[in-house]
């Protein structure tokens, strides 16, 4: 028995430093409406480290993101992937953002866009599709808030279902 528990420990040790490597893979979006700007304003965040490696895989661009290396070149491959890969559509039409910038915050990037001149008498429908990082992250969790004017709805958008609406 003496020997039994040390052997026990030594076996089941090294299980518990497999705990702490599993990585999830999420990233958080909010989408809001301002009646003051007559605008969509969105707020995404995603891993510095995941959106430097989409970005070599995809365009074989190697990103500085969040680093003091970080270049214009960066900021553009971010905006060129959010959008091939974050959609916005008004009342069931695509409509185009802008991209108004980005900043870090921990190890997270930041990114705010803006959908302007969308009066809130005219607007019946949003939808976003969120495909970010699916594209090397099978498990990828696109987690999408929205909300205007009291109606609140979220979703998890995966790669098989990238697509989210929030109807008014």
Do not use: W
């Not at 028995?1 to 702490?20: D, E, R, T, W, Y």
């Not at 990585?23 to 003051?36: G, P, Q, R």
């Not at 070149?73 to 959609?87: A, G, I, S």
């Amino acid at each position: 028995m003496k020997i039994f528990k040390p052997v026990l420990v030594l076996l089941i040790l090294p299980l518990f430093a497999f705990v702490g490597a599993h990585k999830f893979y999420i990233s958080v979006t909010n989408v809001d409406y301002s009646e003051k700007d007559e605008a969509i304003q969105i707020i995404t965040r995603v891993f510095i480290d995941d959106m430097n490696t989409v970005l070599k895989e995809r365009y074989g661009y190697t990103a500085n993101l969040g680093t003091a290396k970080e270049t214009k070149m960066d900021k553009d491959f971010l905006e060129k992937y959010l959008r091939t890969k974050f959609l916005v559509e008004v009342n069931q039409e695509k409509a185009t953002y802008d991209f108004i910038g980005h900043k870090y915050d921990s190890d997270m990037v930041i990114c705010y866009l803006e959908v302007p001149n969308i009066p809130l008498s005219n607007l019946k429908q949003i939808g976003i599709t969120d495909e970010v990082l699916t594209d090397i992250y099978d498990d990828q969790q696109n987690v999408v808030h929205m909300k205007v004017k009291g109606t609140k709805k979220s979703h998890v958008l995966v790669k098989s279902r990238p697509k989210g609406m929030l109807n008014l």
